[in-house]
């Protein structure tokens, strides 16, 4: 935005208004221009619009209205502002000019402190309108701008949920996959090396020394079988399949604190989802939730709730450990809970961990049943 110097044109017919005007004017620093036709103010209009325009009204050819008119009509002179010049008595005439819309009228004879006064609180009206209209436009694209910052970052989060929705998916899939093919081959050929084995011994004329290191081989054996079958089920327990959520859950809780030593209490409503993925979500968040408890807690105590609230699930997870650290609820280093967060908004659900008033960690969430 150019401040620098107004400019004001002059137009009047007589030289010696001209040269009345400009002297007092350009006094005062503005960028004078004066010219004595209607056909010389458009040529210099041409070059350079200027911020205001001193007027007469009586000129031969061309008087001052139809200038006015003809700045006024085109679309790039249209708001500059423009004052007449005109003799006291014609006041029908001032009238006339004011209702046109010019900005005010000077008259003459001039009163030479009169005139300056005038224009500088126009000048410095049109300076701040300047201003008002160039912060406006500042304004305008600055909030432009950030909205458009805004839903690229929207869409650039929805892109973030579909990627993760669909990583997890894969990843549920993958899971799936590899425990059938641990479970089915593996598994099968071992209990076929079992049963070899068992033969073996049976059928073997050898010494003792023989058939207890049999002996010691089908333990090894039953030993990787269960392994195995632990293998499978962490990866995707087909229990959550074949028989629901309830007792997956006990199941694993079973696990769990035959591994860790820590005591699973259960409070179960018998209640699931027809949706096979929201069970699945929920028992994710169920061992998430445990191996935080094994990993963090130091608890010796786990309580599970699981009932239906209006048509909600709601899974409720509690230790007795040393409470969760409020810095580490929203961290971006969390990156176990940011997945449970992610996995119940993909359901619509919602999801809440807190250290407890007295002792330990509450964990819950909320999915809708169906
Ligand atoms: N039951 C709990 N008791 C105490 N602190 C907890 C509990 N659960 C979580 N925390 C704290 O919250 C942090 C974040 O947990 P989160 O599961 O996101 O990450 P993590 O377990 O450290 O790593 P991972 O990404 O492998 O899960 C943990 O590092 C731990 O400090
Ligand atoms: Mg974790």
Not at 8 to 18: F, K, R, T
Not at 308 to 331: A, M, P, V, W
Request: hydrophobic share 40%; proline share 2%.
């Amino acid at each position: 935005m150019n401040l620098s110097k107004p400019s004001i044109l002059l137009v009047d017919d007589q030289i010696e208004n001209l040269l009345l005007l400009n002297g007092i004017l350009s006094k005062q620093g503005y960028n004078v221009h004066a010219v004595k036709s209607g056909k010389e103010a458009f040529e210099r209009i041409n070059v350079s619009v200027p911020d205001l325009i001193l007027l007469d009204i009586m000129m031969p050819e061309m008087d001052g209205y139809e200038i006015f008119q003809k700045i006024k009509a085109n679309e790039l002179t249209k708001d500059v502002a423009i004052i007449f010049i005109s003799a006291l008595c014609n006041t029908r005439e001032i009238l006339y000019g004011l209702e046109l819309g010019a900005l005010d009228y000077i008259s003459k004879p001039f009163n030479n402190k009169e005139v300056v006064a005038r224009v500088k609180n126009y000048i410095q009206m049109i300076q701040l309108k300047k201003i008002q209209e160039f912060q406006n436009i500042s304004l305008i694209s600055e909030i432009k701008k950030r909205q458009f910052a805004e839903r690229e970052i929207l869409n650039a989060n929805h892109q973030l949920e579909l990627l993760n929705t669909r990583l997890n998916d894969i990843r549920e899939e993958e899971r799936a996959t590899i425990a059938r093919e641990i479970n089915d081959e593996l598994g099968q050929s071992l209990t076929a090396l079992k049963i070899d084995l068992a033969w073996t011994k049976d059928n073997t004329t050898g010494t003792t020394d023989i058939t207890n290191k049999i002996d010691t081989m089908i333990e090894t054996v039953s030993d990787v079988i269960k392994k195995i079958q632990r293998i499978s089920t962490d990866l995707r327990p087909s229990i959550l399949d074949d028989l629901g959520l309830v007792p997956a859950i006990e199941w694993y809780s079973g696990e769990f604190q035959n591994r860790t030593g820590i005591n699973c209490h259960l409070n179960l409503e018998y209640i699931q989802s027809a949706d096979i993925n929201k069970n699945l979500c929920v028992f994710r968040v169920l061992q998430e939730g445990f191996t935080n408890v094994a990993r963090h807690a130091d608890a010796k105590n786990i309580f599970v709730k699981l009932h239906s609230i209006n048509d909600y699930i709601h899974l409720e997870i509690s230790d007795d450990g040393n409470g969760i650290k409020t810095e580490s609820i929203n961290s971006k280093n969390s990156l176990g809970l940011i997945g449970i967060r992610e996995r119940i908004k993909h359901f619509n659900g919602t999801f809440e961990i807190a250290a407890k008033a007295d002792q330990g960690t509450k964990l819950s969430i909320e999915l809708p049943i169906n």
